[in-house]
């Protein structure tokens, strides 16, 4: 998934070129160019005494008043049905409602939590033009590292980044992390941001084969090495919120759909999970290989107050998972009519409130109206 800050308007500029790229030219854009790099050229940054990954990006603060405000959009699915109706209409929508909501809602920073296209209608001569990396973002025609080059490309205020060398398995380079601190002063941050590449799709090629759709094991020895240098540079873990995006939900979730309540989890309840791409694999032999991962996000990773995932269209509530003792949240969709189904409703974003580092609300908006608290 992807990242900005929402600190300049520069950053409104950046993003609503990105999502204009996407209306009228996805079969039809002129060819980007070719930019060769590794995946450790896109990774972290380490310096000296100074566990800064953005050297070169302004600092992610709280405001003066002691609040940090997060809208996210997922599954906006860009360029879907272009031989269609609907398709163009939808992407146009999508645009103007993303330039009326952010600002209206002024959010400190945003999150595209995943599938911001629609990868299986992209032509190898433009698929990079647009940028994202989860499941409908690996194909035949694309892949996650080649949409992290082109965002870090055309994006000065993208914090999206690539992990090391050998972290995140086959199509899933995009783990990484954003510091927020309490104010351009600050020593170290209070606030964690964590964002993971849970994959799926295809991979590129000729001989295209299913990319793995969960994020994979070696994710597990990343978390533990980061936090660990946290804590080193930056004193106990307990000292720091921590809030995780993840686009396909862990098979763990699977289990919280039976037991919801109406009323201490509202919200729409439409995707049942274990059921073809709602809730990753289908395959039971792959079922709970996102185990390392889930279980070192929960035991390294202090003061999680929530795990936030994408994918499934159709739902948009929150449930507590008693092992781990974790908030889980589906965000829903913000595509304008995404995969069409009107029992899923109308375009929603998620937006997260916190004030004093302390996680007070998370609420569902539509144009920019609250529907929803949870």
């Known amino acids: 998934m992807s990242s900005y800050s929402t600190s300049s308007d520069a950053y409104f500029t950046m993003l609503f070129m990105v999502t204009i790229v996407s209306l009228g030219q996805l079969v039809c854009a002129a060819p980007t ?45 860009f360029g879907e049905g272009p031989d269609t109706i609907w398709g163009p209409e939808q992407d146009s929508n999508s645009t103007r409602l993303m330039r009326k909501v952010l600002p209206e809602e002024k959010p400190d920073f945003a999150v595209i939590n995943g599938d911001l296209i629609t990868g299986e209608n992209t032509f190898r001569e433009n698929s990079t033009t647009l940028v994202d990396r989860i499941n409908h973002d690996n194909q035949v025609n694309i892949t996650h590292l080649e949409e992290i080059i082109r965002e870090r490309q055309v994006s000065s205020f993208s914090y999206t980044r690539c992990a090391p060398p050998g972290v995140g398995g086959e199509g899933g380079p995009g783990n990484y992390w954003v510091p927020v601190y309490a104010n351009e002063e600050g020593q170290h941050p209070v606030l964690i941001l964590w964002f993971f590449d849970s994959r799926g799709g295809f991979s590129p090629g000729k001989n295209s084969t299913a990319v793995p759709d969960w994020v994979d094991s070696s994710v597990a020895e990343w978390i533990e090495s980061e936090t660990a240098s946290m ?28 037991t919801l309540n109406h009323t201490s989890n509202p919200g729409l309840n439409a995707d049942t999970l274990g059921q073809g791409s709602t ?9 709970g290989k996102d185990g390392p991962f889930w279980n070192a996000l929960n035991k390294y990773i202090k003061n999680l107050h929530a795990v936030i995932s994408g994918h499934d269209h159709g739902n948009e509530w929150c449930s507590r998972e008693t092992a781990q003792n974790v908030i889980f949240c589906f965000d829903k969709h913000s595509g304008y009519r995404c995969m069409p189904d009107q029992s899923f409703g109308e375009l929603i974003m998620l937006q997260i409130w916190w004030l004093r580092r302390i996680l007070v609300g998370l609420w569902y908006s539509q144009s920019g109206i609250h529907v929803n608290d949870s």
């Open 33 to 77: 160019a070719a930019v060769k790099y590794d995946q450790a050229s896109l990774g972290n940054v380490r310096t000296t005494g100074n566990l800064n990954p953005y050297p070169d990006k302004p600092r992610i603060t709280f405001r003066p008043d002691g609040t940090f405000k997060i809208t996210v959009f997922s599954d906006l699915h």
């Open 279 to 287: 809730q990753a694999t289908t395959q039971d032999s792959d079922t």
């Open 231 to 258: 804590e080193d540079e930056w004193g106990p873990a307990e000292s720091r919120g921590a809030l995780a995006f993840v686009h396909i939900p862990p098979h763990v979730v699977q289990s919280l759909q039976s």
